[in-house]
């Protein structure tokens, strides 16, 4: 007799839960999609410990028919897929077939459907994938699915659930984040009689997030409006799964397909030192894909520092075909059919809304509890970054500058006349120079009661006065008046809107950057030969890798020649770059190849080649400048296209607005 048996579908649902429910979250996502498949305007969650005990997902759709309700249940079940060549055109965010079957064989479930064309209902309970009962019922139309008791029957699984705490605020994220790509729809998530979501209808996704996280989040978020690209399409390529490799595109296929991104993504001073708070979805989906986040890290290239990540919220819109959702069971991987011009694609748009909004940083207030700057508690949970983001707008430390010359001690009398400006990254801005605006005053905590509190439904609508004033832009440095400098580091300047303080490094960094990489780009990058030729030694990497890079360096004005052993000579350099620093900048570059030529492309080498003669050549902090030398460092930074920030991503300018001032005075 052979050994090989088929599994019984009670065993094969328990082992596709494996994949599929991986935490009550999981559960609480095939719930909603399924709702929102279903066309459902109206999405309620209701969740106990964690979701633990109960998750209940009820929804206004289309509701099951009687047949189709039990047929759910089956393995491979769906209303969603005919046959293998709609694989090519997914327009719902399920297909496999796989969800219900799966949860119901590790919980106890129970459903409550009606559809339209049926005047009753019907219930049907599983409990670990056995049926336990069918019945016709009274309900209204729609869906109800409530899980009980999620792994009771997997105890190796229910070990690895964390915290209450914990699941929930995944819950909490999971379901703020499809609130967040559904502007027009009322979503909800209570956690027992704790309402920590709640928002109704809106237009755009704009007013949805200024519900969801408040106006101070709307005021630290580009919008990038709505950004298409269209993509001719090229001769039939290989089809996107081996699984559909016999189907063939249809002859028709429209021979444009248009790439559509919105979206909201924080100025390059908002820096997370991960990736959770980058929210992509595409076609509605909530995805994670290494493509995309590539694509935003190179977006922030030179405007943020490599080891930081901003604040992301993208919608990327395409036809189905041109991504196959089909990857991985839980759906949060898709693979892009022209992967390369997705990328760029999304790259350059966030690169150009950047450059055009200009965004300057405000006077970053002092960090603030989560509580007081979410608008809606589910935001404010600790595994929802979101929230987070606003506190993480302090600028950089100054102290890791690579050109920071020792801190000559200020004389006590300076420091005593002088505000106390910390030049150590350390130390908490003092607490006189809190320039932030009041805090936003919230419900700490959830409501007391199941019901929606007056405060949070007195943010269901966009009130006119609450809209942020016009995005501040950079372009008004050109007309600042510089009065003076602090510490003979900072130059401040009066504008038409306020009070604005500029680092003058960073400042002549970016201005120099932008100035070298436009020279190399020219092919006339200016040159100083020198007297006597620099002999440098260079250890075998090093050796390795500037044999890689030789070119580049030419190109960057570096005129250097293999001399003997492990050894090069170096006859001619940039003109920005002074004699006594080549050695370091060349080490330094040498150093930075050894890092990028594993993982970056030459285009990014290039531009930290770029930064690195900048940041070398440009002017030092603690070096007094007059008027007219601060007058020109501020025109020349208006003209660079990227003034917000310098090529290693500290911020350059900070603004403190008449607004924000009239706020501190207490004139308005
Ligand atoms: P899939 O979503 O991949 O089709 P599921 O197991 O999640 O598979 O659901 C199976 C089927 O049950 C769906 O195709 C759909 O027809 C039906 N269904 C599930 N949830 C709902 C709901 N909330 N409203 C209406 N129909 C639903
Ligand atoms: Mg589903």
Same mark, same amino acid.
């Given at each position: 007799?052979?050994?090989?048996?088929?599994?019984?579908?009670?065993?094969?649902?328990?082992?596709?839960?494996?994949?599929?429910?991986?935490?009550?979250?999981?559960?609480?996502?095939?719930?909603?999609?399924?709702?929102?498949?279903?066309?459902?305007?109206?999405?309620?969650?209701?969740?106990?410990?964690?979701?633990?005990?109960?998750?209940?997902?009820?929804?206004?759709?289309?509701?099951?028919?009687?047949?189709?309700?039990?047929?759910?249940?089956?393995?491979?079940?769906?209303?969603?897929?005919?046959?293998?060549?709609?694989?090519?055109?997914?327009?719902?965010?399920?297909?496999?077939?796989?969800?219900?079957?799966?949860?119901?064989?590790?919980?106890?479930?129970?459903?409550?459907?009606?559809?339209?064309?049926?005047?009753?209902?019907?219930?049907?309970?599983?409990?670990?994938?056995?049926?336990?009962?069918?019945?016709?019922?009274?309900?209204?139309?729609?869906?109800?699915?409530?899980?009980?008791?999620?792994?009771?029957?997997?105890?190796?699984?229910?070990?690895?659930?964390?915290?209450?705490?914990?699941?929930?605020?995944?819950?909490?994220?999971?379901?703020?984040?499809?609130?967040?790509?559904?502007?027009?729809?009322?979503?909800?998530?209570?956690?027992?009689?704790?309402?920590?979501?709640?928002?109704?209808?809106?237009?755009?996704?704009?007013?949805?997030?200024?519900?969801?996280?408040?106006?101070?989040?709307?005021?630290?978020?580009?919008?990038?409006?709505?950004?298409?690209?269209?993509?001719?399409?090229?001769?039939?390529?290989?089809?996107?799964?081996?699984?559909?490799?016999?189907?063939?595109?249809?002859?028709?296929?429209?021979?444009?397909?248009?790439?559509?991104?919105?979206?909201?993504?924080?100025?390059?001073?908002?820096?997370?030192?991960?990736?959770?708070?980058?929210?992509?979805?595409?076609?509605?989906?909530?995805?994670?894909?290494?493509?995309?986040?590539?694509?935003?890290?190179?977006?922030?290239?030179?405007?943020?520092?490599?080891?930081?990540?901003?604040?992301?919220?993208?919608?990327?819109?395409?036809?189905?075909?041109?991504?196959?959702?089909?990857?991985?069971?839980?759906?949060?991987?898709?693979?892009?059919?022209?992967?390369?011009?997705?990328?760029?694609?999304?790259?350059?748009?966030?690169?150009?809304?950047?450059?055009?909004?200009? &965004?300057? !940083? /405000?006077?970053?207030?002092?960090? $603030?509890?989560? +509580?007081?700057?979410?608008?809606? @508690?589910? %935001?404010?949970? #600790?595994?929802?970054?979101?929230?987070?983001?606003?506190?993480?707008?302090?600028?950089?430390?100054?102290?890791?500058?690579?050109?920071?010359?020792?801190?000559?001690?200020?004389?006590?009398?300076?420091?005593?006349?002088?505000?106390?400006?910390?030049?150590?990254?350390?130390?908490?801005?003092?607490?006189?120079?809190?320039?932030?605006?009041?805090?936003?005053?919230?419900?700490?905590? &959830?409501? !007391? /009661?199941?019901?929606?509190?007056? $405060?949070?439904? +007195?943010?269901?609508?966009?009130? @006119?006065? %609450?809209?942020? #004033?016009?995005?501040?832009?950079?372009?008004?440095?050109?007309?600042?008046?510089?009065?003076?400098?602090?510490?003979?580091?900072?130059?401040?300047?009066?504008?038409?809107?306020?009070?604005?303080?500029?680092?003058?490094?960073?400042?002549?960094?970016?201005?120099?950057?932008?100035?070298?990489?436009?020279?190399?780009?020219?092919?006339?990058?200016?040159?100083?030969?020198?007297?006597? &030729?620099?002999?440098?030694?260079?250890?075998?990497?090093?050796?390795?890798?500037?044999?890689?890079?030789?070119?580049?360096?030419?190109?960057?004005?570096?005129?250097?020649?293999?001399?003997?052993?492990?050894?090069?000579?170096?006859?001619?350099?940039?003109?920005?770059?002074?004699?006594?620093?080549?050695?370091?900048?060349?080490?330094?570059?040498?150093?930075?190849?050894?890092?990028?030529?594993?993982?970056?492309?030459?285009?990014?080498?290039?531009?930290?080649?770029?930064?690195?003669?900048?940041?070398?050549?440009?002017?030092?902090?603690?070096?007094?400048?007059?008027?007219?030398?601060?007058?020109?460092?501020?025109?020349?930074?208006?003209?660079?296209?990227?003034?917000?920030?310098?090529?290693?991503?500290?911020?350059?300018?900070?603004?403190?607005?008449?607004?924000?001032?009239?706020?501190?005075?207490?004139?308005?």
């Amino acid at each position: 007799m052979g050994r090989i048996r088929v599994l019984p579908d009670q065993v094969a649902n328990k082992i596709a839960a494996g994949e599929v429910v991986e935490r009550p979250a999981s559960v609480v996502k095939e719930l909603l999609e399924n709702s929102l498949d279903a066309g459902a305007t109206d999405l309620r969650i209701e969740v106990e410990v964690g979701g633990r005990r109960l998750i209940r997902v009820v929804d206004d759709g289309c509701g099951m028919l009687r047949d189709d309700a039990l047929l759910a249940f089956e393995r491979h079940a769906t209303s969603k897929l005919r046959d293998v060549k709609d694989l090519l055109s997914i327009a719902t965010l399920g297909f496999r077939g796989e969800a219900l079957p799966s949860i119901a064989s590790v919980s106890r479930l129970l459903l409550e459907t009606r559809s339209v064309e049926e005047t009753t209902g019907t219930t049907i309970e599983i409990a670990g994938g056995k049926m336990l009962r069918c019945e016709e019922s009274a309900l209204v139309r729609g869906t109800s699915i409530s899980v009980r008791d999620l792994f009771y029957n997997v105890p190796a699984r229910r070990k690895f659930l964390r915290t209450e705490q914990t699941e929930l605020a995944h819950i909490a994220s999971l379901a703020t984040h499809y609130s967040l790509a559904h502007p027009d729809k009322t979503v909800r998530l209570a956690s027992g009689a704790a309402e920590l979501l709640s928002v109704t209808p809106v237009a755009t996704l704009k007013e949805r997030v200024y519900q969801v996280f408040g106006s101070q989040a709307l005021d630290d978020l580009v919008d990038i409006g709505v950004r298409e690209r269209d993509m001719f399409l090229p001769p039939p390529s290989v089809p996107p799964s081996q699984a559909i490799a016999e189907y063939q595109r249809e002859p028709e296929e429209p021979p444009v397909r248009t790439f559509r991104l919105t979206g909201f993504f924080s100025r390059p001073q908002v820096q997370k030192a991960n990736r959770n708070s980058i929210y992509i979805f595409v076609n509605g989906r909530l995805i994670r894909d290494r493509l995309l986040l590539h694509a935003l890290a190179a977006a922030y290239h030179n405007l943020m520092p490599a080891s930081s990540y901003p604040f992301a919220l993208l919608f990327l819109e395409c036809d189905p075909a041109e991504v196959d959702v089909n990857v991985h069971p839980s759906k949060t991987e898709v693979r892009f059919r022209h992967g390369s011009f997705v990328h760029d694609f999304v790259r350059d748009t966030i690169r150009e809304r950047l450059m055009e909004s200009r &965004p300057a !940083p /405000s006077f970053s207030p002092a960090p $603030r509890p989560a +509580s007081s700057t979410a608008i809606q @508690p589910a %935001a404010a949970l #600790p595994y929802s970054e979101f929230s987070q983001m606003i506190e993480n707008t302090a600028p950089a430390g100054l102290a890791d500058a690579p050109t920071m010359p020792p801190q000559p001690a200020p004389a006590p009398s300076a420091s005593s006349a002088l505000p106390e400006f910390s030049l150590r990254p350390a130390a908490p801005p003092p607490q006189r120079l809190d320039f932030s605006a009041p805090p936003l005053e919230v419900t700490p905590g &959830p409501p !007391p /009661s199941g019901k929606l509190s007056r $405060r949070l439904d +007195s943010h269901g609508e966009f009130p @006119p006065e %609450a809209i942020p #004033p016009p995005e501040m832009s950079l372009s008004v440095l050109s007309d600042l008046r510089p009065l003076g400098q602090i510490h003979e580091s900072f130059i401040i300047a009066a504008g038409r809107d306020g009070l604005w303080i500029i680092d003058q490094h960073v400042a002549h960094e970016r201005i120099l950057f932008e100035q070298v990489m436009k020279q190399r780009a020219a092919g006339r990058v200016e040159i100083q030969r020198l007297l006597m &030729p620099l002999i440098l030694q260079l250890t075998p990497e090093q050796q390795i890798d500037y044999a890689r890079i030789a070119d580049e360096l030419h190109t960057a004005g570096f005129e250097t020649e293999p001399f003997g052993n492990r050894t090069i000579a170096v006859k001619a350099a940039p003109a920005a770059v002074s004699a006594p620093d080549l050695e370091k900048i060349l080490f330094e570059i040498l150093e930075i190849a050894e890092g990028e030529l594993r993982n970056a492309s030459l285009e990014d080498l290039r531009r930290d080649i770029c930064a690195s003669i900048a940041c070398r050549a440009a002017i030092k902090i603690n070096t007094r400048l007059d008027a007219s030398k601060m007058e020109w460092l501020l025109r020349a930074l208006a003209q660079t296209d990227c003034p917000m920030s310098c090529p290693h991503g500290r911020p350059i300018a900070l603004h403190y607005s008449t607004r924000e001032i009239l706020k501190a005075f207490h004139r308005i």
